[in-house]
């Protein structure tokens, strides 16, 4: 089948991946001149940095889809997963570790929150009691519910909200936690902690996400046959029948196509229909802002390669040496301010956590602030997702925003890929 996609983004190329690999004949349009959307490579001409990502990303041990993407492209030898999750927590000057060693699941898990000390002897075990809870219950329960009514229900205090829930909810969701719906929490927590048998750790790639995904996608895309038309923005779909029977981009139209994989975020795509229930639902997304600093220095002073900073403007901290990134999200607020602002609360939030940061020490320092970086994960916008679905036979929509059941992630838009290009083969086929 003649396969186009449209966005090529991680989504889209999951989609043009698995459709190339199943035998279709795909082409890819981008607007932008490189691939990879939220996750492409960013270079700093006449700076030390190396290639960076559009914004610092981490990965977790329950991405399945992602990895197993990554091990049909051969990328994910590359990818080097840590042993053991290790995270150090600053609050107040002090430190404490979560830290789960090297026991199987799920003792590694257990072994963590035991050793963690900034939370009580009680706070541990309602926190163990609300795990175990989530694990076994049905989450269409708590969709009446806010956040914090349901964590206060279930013993979790202030202390382990703002010490823990807040950096892990932040780090999924990027949306304040008294937004969170809890349906879409629920589940992503029995799959982050409970789905896999596998021991549960977080962490940031050591390579730039280009050559994990992006890269070794589009030489499997081309080495089958598909074509890649970069710089090329679709401006217009012309629909007929109920069918989708002209591309239109900024250089050209192209009809030669039996399916279309539209894998562009929720606002873009709106833009390409005429006025009905999907463009308006289409338009009725909101976002979350992510705000990510790249710094070198010129003397590391960073021990630890995994930081969360309790009651502070920045909520990450990724050691990578000589360099580390600073990770400030869904801080409307922040994101809003111009780049002198954002780089003096950078600094002077480093200043107020580690004594020995002094800005003589700076060599440079990159910030990408994207408003965009992912839609918010509240119970309006998550029963939005459910609304979306193609009333065109031929198109399919893919993206971290649609209706996978996970938040919008680099996880959620290769399984939405996988799971448009699993429509095309098991489904479509038998429509047209
Ligand atoms: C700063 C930041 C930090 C993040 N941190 C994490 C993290 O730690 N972990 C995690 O899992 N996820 C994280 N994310 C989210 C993750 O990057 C996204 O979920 C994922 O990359 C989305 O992929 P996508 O293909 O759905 O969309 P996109 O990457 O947005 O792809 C859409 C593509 O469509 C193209 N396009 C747009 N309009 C047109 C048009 N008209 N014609 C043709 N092409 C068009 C765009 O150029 C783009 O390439 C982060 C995102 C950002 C920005």
């Known amino acids: 089948m003649r396969c186009a996609v449209i966005g090529g983004g991680i989504a889209g190329l ?7 690999d199943a035998g279709n004949n795909v082409t890819i349009f981008e607007s932008a001149g490189t691939a990879g959307g939220r996750i492409k490579p960013v270079n700093f001409p006449g700076s030390d940095f190396p290639t960076l990502d559009y914004g610092q990303h981490a990965l977790a041990t329950a991405y399945k889809y992602t990895f197993r993407l990554m091990k049909k492209l051969g990328s994910y030898e590359l990818l080097k ?77 202030d202390n382990l909200i703002t010490t823990f829930w807040d950096k892990v909810i932040l780090s999924i969701f990027n949306t304040p936690t008294i937004d969170v719906d809890p349906q879409l929490f629920v589940s992503t927590m029995r799959k982050l902690f409970f789905d896999k048998k596998d021991n549960f750790i977080v962490f940031p790639p050591r390579r730039p996400l280009s050559e994990l995904l992006i890269s070794p996608a589009l030489d499997f895309i081309t080495s089958h046959g598909g074509n890649v038309r970069l710089s090329e923005r679709v401006v ?85 040496g000589n360099y580390f990134s600073v990770v400030v999200s869904a801080n409307k607020e922040i994101s809003g301010l111009d780049k002198k602002e954002q ?38 916008i998550n029963r939005l997702r459910d609304k979306i679905y193609s009333p065109y036979t031929n198109l399919i929509f893919a993206g971290d925003w649609t209706n996978t059941d996970l938040p919008a992630t680099i996880e959620s838009a290769v399984l939405s890929g996988k799971n448009a290009a699993w429509r095309v083969e098991n489904s479509l086929k038998l429509w047209t």
């Open 343 to 380: 780089k003096n609360i950078i600094f002077s939030e480093l200043n107020k956590f580690f004594p020995v940061f002094s800005i003589d020490n700076v060599l440079d320092l990159k910030l990408i602030n994207e408003k965009k970086s992912t839609i918010m994960s509240d119970n309006l």
């Open 81 to 157: 997963v840590p042993n053991r999750l290790d995270i150090t927590f600053i609050k107040d000057g002090e430190r404490a570790k979560f830290t789960t060693g090297y026991l199987p699941y799920p003792f590694d898990l257990l072994l963590g929150i035991m050793g963690f000390k900034f939370i009580s002897g009680k706070e541990r075990r309602s926190l163990i009691k609300f795990l175990l809870f989530i694990k076994n219950s049905d989450e269409s329960f708590y969709t009446s519910t806010d956040l914090l009514t349901f964590f206060s229900k279930h013993n979790q205090s």
């Open 14 to 20: 999951s989609a043009a991946v698995y459709l190339s």
């Open 236 to 320: 217009n779909l012309s629909i007929s029948e109920n069918n989708i029977k002209k591309i239109v981009t900024e250089k050209d139209e192209y009809s030669d196509f039996d399916i279309v994989i539209l894998a562009l975020p929720p606002d873009k795509a709106a833009k390409l229909f005429p006025d009905s229930e999907l463009k308006h639902n289409l338009e009725c997304f909101r976002f979350s802002p992510i705000l990510t600093g790249y710094v070198k220095v010129k003397k590391p002073f960073l021990k630890e390669k995994m930081i969360t900073l309790v009651n502070s403007k920045i909520d990450w901290i990724f050691n990578f």
